[in-house]
């Protein structure tokens, strides 16, 4: 971090927060930022990124740092740079700036944090260099402790402050100007990795980074593909998996499907049709109280009808997704919760993702729903249908024996230009309903074409 900006807004938003927890918990909490880790030698790291944990309560992406939170108090644990580390990366804010930045009560140096650790409960970062100094300088490990503080984050975290919100708003706006671009600069004969290469210059050129590593594919059938190599060809359909993330650490994750000649082939447009008819579906339905798996059932049998519909599936949609028949093409959830994590607090296993008493399914039309949870005002959740002929599932001699009635596998044979579909965009549950905070991409096929046509 080169410079600070004080922001009593920060100051007010961090505070609230700490008042927030220190209603749920009756024990002080130390937080640490992580440090970031080393490549391939010490002084060559890769990217650093903050502990979302911490993040939320510092609201400064510092490394080598911790924080203890003891009610309303919070105590700053940071070294001042030494003239060493001045030279290689450039003067940083003194720990006085650093703590009046985040409204913190007191600060001293990190060697001092072993002196305020008794009683105090965490979670563990995800380098595992400060992940064994949390081990070992806490000394007294209380995983009853630690799993009252991580129930209380994410009953805080699962609904966004107005603060969060508005990050959230930035790096999807950001979000949205790469996809327009990833679209534009699409053409027969480059490569995938040109049409990423544009889509993360404008994020990176908004001082961003990308939430998540990129997926920009003719293979969407691959579901999280991080090659780019392929060259694109007339005819093939390009997934773009994409989301900034804010400097603050908010994220977005938007994913669209074009065609690259700029045109959508009849298979392929009906194909995508479904997917948007159950994309917009789970989007009329999202609102408060409403089960988020609901939403994973209704976007199975929306496609389950529309494939149908294509002479695909056999049957009736509500028996086809009781027979996960639909997993055959959409073998994932629906979504998931999106904040300071692009699966946001995924660190904690399912805890976030799953209400108390509930586990997941070992159905294979249910086993990948990371959310299942009651729908609530300032949650934000993606709703990301899609169509994959994943040849490890079709080809599968179990599950063409199982399945053998329901596909029309001759009739599937005439949608080979189609390996796979998502459309994905970020949802905020309002008091009244939802918002799509990604709107202004569209997902029509006409919108979407004549953006690639620009
Ligand atoms: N970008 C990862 C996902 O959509 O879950
Ligand atoms: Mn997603
Ligand atoms: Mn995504």
């Given at each position: 971090m080169t410079a600070i900006a004080p922001s009593p807004t920060l100051v007010d938003t961090l505070r609230t927060r700490r008042e927030r927890l220190a209603a749920l918990i009756n024990f002080p909490v130390v937080l640490w930022s992580g440090q970031p880790s080393a490549r391939n030698f010490p002084a060559n790291t890769y990217p650093f990124r903050a502990s979302s944990h911490f993040l939320y309560f510092a609201g400064l992406p510092l490394t080598h740092a911790a924080i203890r939170?003891?009610?309303?108090?919070?105590?700053?644990?940071?070294?001042?740079?030494?003239?060493?580390?001045?030279?290689?990366?450039?003067p940083t804010p003194s720990r006085a700036e650093i703590a009046a930045a985040m409204g913190a009560n007191a600060a001293y140096p990190l060697s001092e944090l072993d002196a305020h650790l008794a009683g105090v409960?965490?979670?563990?970062?995800?380098?595992?260099?400060?992940?064994?100094?949390q081990l070992t300088a806490r000394g007294l490990v209380n995983p009853a402790q630690d799993r009252s503080l991580a129930d209380a984050?994410?009953?805080?975290?699962?609904?966004?402050?107005?603060?969060?919100?508005?990050?959230?708003?930035?790096?999807?706006?950001?979000?949205?100007?790469?996809?327009?671009?990833?679209?534009?600069?699409?053409q027969a004969g480059q490569s995938e990795a040109v049409v990423r290469a544009v889509m993360e210059a404008v994020i990176m050129a908004q001082g961003m980074t990308t939430a998540y590593n990129s997926i920009v594919t003719v293979h969407g059938e691959v579901l999280h593909n991080e090659h780019y190599h392929h060259v694109l060809q007339p005819g093939d359909l390009l997934l773009a998996d994409v989301g900034a993330e804010a400097s603050t650490g908010w994220a977005s994750d938007i994913t669209r499907t074009w065609p690259v000649t700029g045109n959508f082939s009849p298979t392929q447009r009906d194909v995508y049709d479904v997917v948007l008819a159950a994309h917009d579906a789970c989007i009329e339905m999202a609102l408060p109280a409403v089960e988020y798996r609901d939403l994973h059932l209704l976007a199975s049998r929306v496609l389950a009808e529309g494939l149908v519909d294509l002479g695909i599936l056999r049957g009736e949609p509500d028996s086809l997704v009781e027979q996960d028949a639909h997993a055959l093409f959409f073998p994932h959830g629906i979504g998931h919760l999106l904040g300071l994590d692009v699966h946001d607090m995924e660190d904690l296993g399912d805890l976030a993702g799953y209400a108390p008493g509930r586990a997941r399914s070992d159905r294979f039309g249910l086993g990948f729903l990371r959310l299942d949870r009651p729908l609530q005002a300032g949650m934000i959740v993606t709703i990301e249908p899609g169509f994959y002929q994943v040849p490890g599932i079709l080809q599968d001699p179990q599950k063409r024996d199982r399945y053998a009635e329901v596909v029309n596998w001759e009739r599937l044979a005439q949608f080979q230009d189609v390996r796979g579909i998502r459309i994905e965009d970020d949802v905020l549950i309002t008091p009244t309903g939802c918002e799509v905070l990604t709107a202004a991409l569209p997902s029509q096929a006409k919108a979407v074409e004549a953006l690639v046509n620009l």
């Open positions: 939170l003891d009610g309303a108090r919070l105590t700053l644990f940071i070294d001042e740079s030494t003239p060493a580390a001045a030279l290689w990366h450039g409960a965490t979670l563990l970062v995800q380098d595992t260099t400060t992940g064994a100094t984050l994410v009953q805080l975290r699962l609904a966004h402050d107005d603060a969060a919100i508005a990050e959230i708003r930035k790096a999807a706006q950001v979000s949205i100007q790469a996809h327009q671009a990833g679209m534009a600069a699409t």
